[in-house]
């Protein structure tokens, strides 16, 4: 059965290239603002701690909201669920075939053309070169990006792009679809259109995992929402609840 | 295809750097069209494409031949199959040696986008550096032709040479990876060194004829491997010597290897 299961899980990253050299163990962050994850510093290195302590359970027919401010740890907490980064403490256990569509260009060979990709992409999910050509024409129709299929990948827009990587991302079957923010960059018309495909997967026994700043797009499309701030959860509930209270905090923090 | 549900923590990270190396075994199909790909990039809109591996390899040993023929002294073999056999090996261990110094940071793209096998690049890599020798070998056919060089039965010592060639280099990426996606002096490190040691290895010259550099030569692994392929073709046989270090060499590197990727496969995407 299609499952999603973190406990207690902590990612910690090692910065290079930071000017900051501190001898002393200190644990800080971004000077009361709600920026980043917390930065500790250990024998002249820094880490930044930017998952601690998640617990979440999702089975099938969830379908999760993260919010947070820039750096908060939405971005990691997807990629530490498909299994990108491991965790540092805790673990993560995952049943299902699993879909994702993170920032621009990622899991893309931008210089090859949108077909080629197609075709990787294919091959990436456990196809033969021949299912992966047949995949083809349900991803382009789907995408509607037409003889731009045929350029490379560095020649279109963000929100191109972002077609593509949806349709690619949805066209395996993924039990488990993660997705970053990013869906944002595509046209009102494509966003009911991929809003419409993410519920189809959800509906038969999927999970949905979807990160954004636009609140209304966790809203309409999420049961649950987690919001996170400095790698912690903050809090945890029906969507609507959450997204309205992370709103006030944003205003609130906007006047002062 | 059957799904199995995955496990992660910490502890688990030693298997799972293991299995990696396995997984990315089975997708074979995904690594070979990687390769091609960065191929078809490289020769993009080039009419004769990939033909031109041939071409410029040719042009060296014709080169190469007419100017270093001075060095070879008398030989019981023909000088420019010797050089063209030696360059050829050179050229693929040389790719090896640099693309695995940027085999992780170059696929930073695909590593923090997807999650699949790390060793996928390596295998990419491989093939990549594989098919590039396989067009330059043409010349080395031709000039067996067009010199009348018959292969004995003994050339066929150059198979298995082969095979452990491709073996070692997949565990030199591996580590040569790793190691220079955390230490970032390691690639500029290994190009500086790669360029010295071509003129320390028995390509342009033949070591009977070097007197005390003919001497030391064997120290270096490259001159090893190149003569369990070499000597073979040219002369039917080959020194054991050769083979007992590269076996050695090979073995030992590639136990360091899978240890030093066993302990840093998870971290890897936190380097790039």
């Not at chain 1, 879909?99 to 990709?117: D, V, Y």
């Not at chain 2, 452990?164 to 280099?169: A, Q």
């Given at each position: 059965?299609?499952?999603?299961?973190?406990?207690?899980?902590?990612?910690?990253?090692?910065?290079?290239?930071?000017?900051?050299?501190?001898?002393?163990?200190?644990?800080?962050?971004?000077?009361?603002?709600?920026?980043?994850?917390?930065?500790?510093?250990r024998g002249g290195k820094n880490f930044v701690v930017a998952l601690e302590k998640i617990t979440l359970s999702l089975s099938a027919g969830s379908r999760l909201g993260i919010v947070g401010h820039n750096g908060a740890g939405k971005s990691t907490l997807l990629r530490t669920m498909a299994g990108?980064?491991?965790?540092?403490?805790?673990?993560?256990?995952?049943?299902?075939?699993?879909?994702?569509?993170?920032?621009?260009?990622?899991?893309?060979?931008?210089?090859?053309?949108?077909?080629?990709?197609?075709?990787?992409?294919?091959?990436?999910?456990g196809l033969t070169r021949k299912q992966a050509v047949e995949k083809y024409e349900g991803i382009a129709e789907f995408c509607e990006l037409g003889s731009y299929l045929d350029f490379p990948v560095n020649t279109y827009s963000r929100g191109m792009a972002m077609r593509l990587s949806f349709a690619m991302a949805t066209a395996f079957n993924p039990d488990v679809l993660l997705l970053d923010e990013w869906l944002g960059a595509g046209d009102q018309a494509f966003r009911k259109k991929a809003e419409a495909r993410m519920q189809e997967l959800v509906a038969a026994a999927g999970i949905l995992v979807l990160a954004s700043h636009r609140l209304p797009l966790i809203r309409n499309n999420c049961d649950d929402c987690l919001w996170l701030e400095h790698g912690t959860v903050k809090m945890f509930g029906p969507a609507h609840e959450v997204v309205a209270e992370f709103r006030d905090s944003t205003k609130s923090g906007d006047a002062s | 295809m059957p799904i199995q549900a995955r496990v992660l923590t910490g502890e688990h990270e030693k298997q799972q750097a293991l299995s990696d190396l396995w997984k990315g075994v089975?997708?074979?199909?995904?690594?070979?069209?990687?390769?091609?790909?960065?191929?078809?990039?490289?020769?993009?809109?080039?009419?004769?494409?990939?033909?031109?591996?041939?071409?410029?390899?040719?042009a060296f040993i014709v080169v190469k031949a007419l100017v270093f023929n001075r060095f070879a002294g008398s030989l019981e073999f023909s000088f420019a199959i010797y050089l063209a056999l030696g360059f050829l090996l050179w050229q693929f261990m040389n790719g090896v040696v640099t693309d695995g110094a940027d085999v992780f940071v170059s696929a930073s793209n695909w590593i923090k986008g997807v999650p699949m096998p790390l060793s996928t690049f390596v295998y990419q890599s491989i093939v990549r550096n594989l098919v590039v020798a396989g067009y330059s070998s043409l010349v080395i056919g031709m000039l067996l032709l067009y010199e009348g060089h018959a292969l004995s039965w003994g050339a066929l010592l150059a198979l298995p040479a082969l095979v452990?060639?491709?073996?070692?280099?997949i565990w030199v990426e591996l580590l040569l990876g790793v190691v220079s996606a955390r230490y970032r002096d390691v690639k500029h490190l290994i190009q500086t060194i790669m360029r010295i040691l071509f003129f320390l290895t028995p390509v342009l010259w033949v070591p009977s004829v070097m007197g005390r550099l003919g001497e030391y030569t064997y120290w270096n692994p490259f001159a090893n491997f190149?003569?369990?392929?070499?000597?073979?073709?040219?002369?039917?046989?080959?020194?054991?010597f050769h083979w007992i270090y590269v076996c050695l060499f090979s073995v030992l590197g590639a136990v360091v290897s899978v240890i030093v990727f066993m302990f840093s496969r998870h971290r890897i995407v936190y380097w790039i």
């Open positions: 059965m299609t499952h999603l299961k973190l406990q207690d899980v902590s990612v910690a990253y090692p910065v290079f290239g930071s000017s900051r050299t501190t001898e002393t163990e200190v644990t800080e962050t971004a000077a009361n603002k709600p920026i980043g994850g917390s930065i500790r510093a990108i980064y491991s965790p540092t403490a805790g673990s993560v256990s995952v049943e299902g075939r699993v879909g994702t569509m993170f920032s621009t260009g990622l899991g893309m060979q931008a210089n090859a053309t949108g077909r080629e990709n197609i075709t990787l992409s294919g091959l990436l999910n | 089975t997708q074979w199909r995904i690594w070979t069209a990687l390769a091609m790909e960065d191929l078809r990039r490289r020769y993009h809109r080039a009419a004769i494409g990939l033909l031109w591996v041939t071409l410029s390899f040719c452990v060639l491709v073996f070692t280099s190149i003569e369990i392929v070499r000597m073979p073709l040219l002369t039917g046989s080959v020194d054991s």
